[in-house]
């Protein structure tokens, strides 16, 4: 079975606070998809990253960086210097092989939300 | 260039009706996916339709159906609603049939079930 596990329900922050979001998931296949979407108060998902699974590097894109780690099954998001317009709720997604299935069939998480707080 | 948009934003609906919900993908984009937001939850898949047909399905119950028309808006409907069914409904739309879960999402349609 496949799951995204988001152990954190809410954060809270003070601005310019360096804040880390944690994701663990399941799955059994060898070849998948990692993703990180955030969801401001207008509802509407906005994609951050997808990393595949043969690709541990971290990356790193202005202030967000993140931490793949396929021996913990974890992958993490870290906002450096947070900013009040971070505020939204963070959900980590994990999708299958493209090959093995005939369709995008996204997992996400229950989500994080992040309150940063001027 | 126009995102993903969807229709109505807002819908209040009594147990037992039927309800419409629509999405416009971007232009270009021939895959349309639909999600279930339950209020403090992650999204859940619905259905995916790629080319105007159904190329997969989550686990929902038969009430849930949906299609895509020749220029690649589709609908969702729902039948005999439910309370249950209340919940955030976000289309995502992308240029594959599969693309890694890669896909723009629209503002979602609000619907409440009273």
């Known amino acids: 079975a496949q799951k995204v596990t988001q152990a954190q329900t809410e954060i809270s922050v003070v601005e310019k606070e360096d804040v880390t979001l944690d994701c663990v998931y399941e799955t059994r296949d060898t070849t998948y998809y990692l993703f990180w979407y955030k969801q401001p108060p207008s509802g509407e998902l906005v994609f951050l990253i997808r990393?595949?699974?043969?690709?541990?590097q971290n990356e790193i894109s202005g202030r967000y960086s993140w931490n793949f780690q396929k021996s913990t099954s974890s992958f993490n998001f870290t906002i450096t210097a947070s900013q009040v317009v971070d505020s939204a709720v963070y959900f980590c997604?994990?999708?299958?092989?493209?090959?093995?299935?005939?369709?995008?069939?996204?997992?996400f998480g229950p989500g994080t939300s992040l309150s940063v707080i001027p | 260039d126009a995102g993903v948009t969807q229709s109505p934003t807002h819908l209040i609906k009594t147990r037992g009706q039927h309800v419409t919900l629509r999405c416009s993908p971007i232009?270009?984009?021939?895959?349309v996916s639909w999600y279930q937001q339950v209020l403090g939850q992650g999204p859940q898949f619905i259905f995916q339709?790629?080319?105007?047909?159904?190329?997969g399905r989550g686990n929902f119950p038969d009430r849930f159906s949906a299609r895509q028309f020749p220029n690649y808006s589709s609908e969702l409907n729902v039948n005999a609603l439910l309370l249950g069914d209340s919940a955030l409904y976000l289309c995502?739309?992308?240029?594959?049939?599969?693309?890694?879960?890669?896909?723009?999402f629209g503002q979602g349609t609000r619907l409440t079930v009273v």
């Open positions: 997604a994990l999708s299958t092989l493209l090959v093995k299935t005939s369709y995008d069939k996204v997992i």
């Open positions: 339709y790629y080319e105007k047909e159904e190329r």
């Open positions: 990393r595949n699974s043969f690709d541990e």
């Open positions: 995502a739309s992308s240029f594959l049939r599969l693309s890694g879960g890669e896909a723009f």
């Open positions: 232009s270009g984009h021939k895959s």
